[in-house]
């Protein structure tokens, strides 16, 4: 192996083993954003990774993941003690019940399987790097709402543990991809098209059920940004089905491949 695996030397305490907590908690260990999904991905990242000073942080934050695992799975163990052996605890969720025998398993906390779909590995090192920092923001929120929900000090405490590490995490992911010196939207070899990358196509046009309208930020406004507004539909048909169909179809420019929607009449 690249690095041995150590012990985090952290210890769990739990006062008053709630079940019902310990599912939620499944989220955490077997889930899309939890920490076996952390480990595998950013261990992947690392083995692919043919620069070899961020191949060792990859490499390192991968495997403390595989300690947090252990931590998360240690919480949701000693919540679902319970229930082994009582009926009301065992109602709580009778799968891990019944087929765990109130342990942890790979599933999140609806009962579906671990799988390696939640992982985001390219090849591309700063496009993981990306994937990297979201993963990171998706887990810190997992974190801050089971503390929200959490009344167990003991349990709070290792949760606010493994949430700042999260933020830890970002640090370095984000400082690994600023260190790379590139673009913040050079993305590969091949560059986007002139012009083209700088439209915004305002196509959502109108007042929304909650009064929100066409708005105007730095996500387009100011620099280079050029608005295209949307063209109206025309008139639609109302069908037999109470469904309003448009009547018109947008034609494809050919040799500039622009794709334009006619104005109504």
């Not at 942080?57 to 991968?62: E, T, Y």
């Not at 998360?72 to 000693?78: C, K, P, S, Y």
């Amino acid at each position: 192996m690249y690095h041995h695996i150590k012990k985090l030397m952290y210890t769990v305490k739990v006062g008053s083993p709630d079940p019902q907590f310990g599912n939620m908690l499944l989220e955490q260990f077997g889930g899309a954003n939890g920490e076996l999904a952390a480990a595998m991905q950013y261990s992947i990242q690392g083995l692919n990774c043919d620069d070899p000073d961020r191949k060792d942080m990859l490499m390192d934050i991968g495997t403390e993941e595989l300690s947090h695992l252990e931590i998360v799975g240690t919480l949701a163990r000693m919540h679902l003690k319970p229930m082994k052996k009582n009926r009301d605890s065992a109602e709580a969720d009778p799968l891990i019940a019944i087929a765990g025998g109130g342990g942890v398993g790979l599933f999140n906390s609806m009962g579906d399987a671990w799988t390696a779909d939640y992982l985001k590995i390219t090849g591309e090192l700063d496009v993981d790097l990306r994937s990297d920092i979201a993963a990171e923001a998706r887990a810190k929120i997992v974190y801050e709402r089971l503390i929200n929900f959490c009344d167990d000090p003991g349990t709070k405490d290792a949760l606010q543990f493994l949430m700042t590490r999260e933020i830890t995490h970002m640090k370095a992911f984000t400082a690994a991809l600023e260190s790379l010196g590139k673009d913040r939207f050079s993305i590969g070899n091949i560059p986007p098209t002139p012009g083209l990358v700088d439209e915004y196509f305002n196509d959502s046009t109108g007042v929304g059920d909650q009064g929100e309208s066409d708005a105007r930020g730095p996500w387009n406004k100011g620099g280079k940004w050029k608005i295209v507004e949307s063209p109206e539909l025309e008139q639609g048909i109302e069908g037999r089905s109470g469904k309003t169909v448009a009547t018109n179809h947008k034609p494809v420019s050919e040799g500039t491949g622009n794709i334009r929607v006619k104005k109504s009449a």
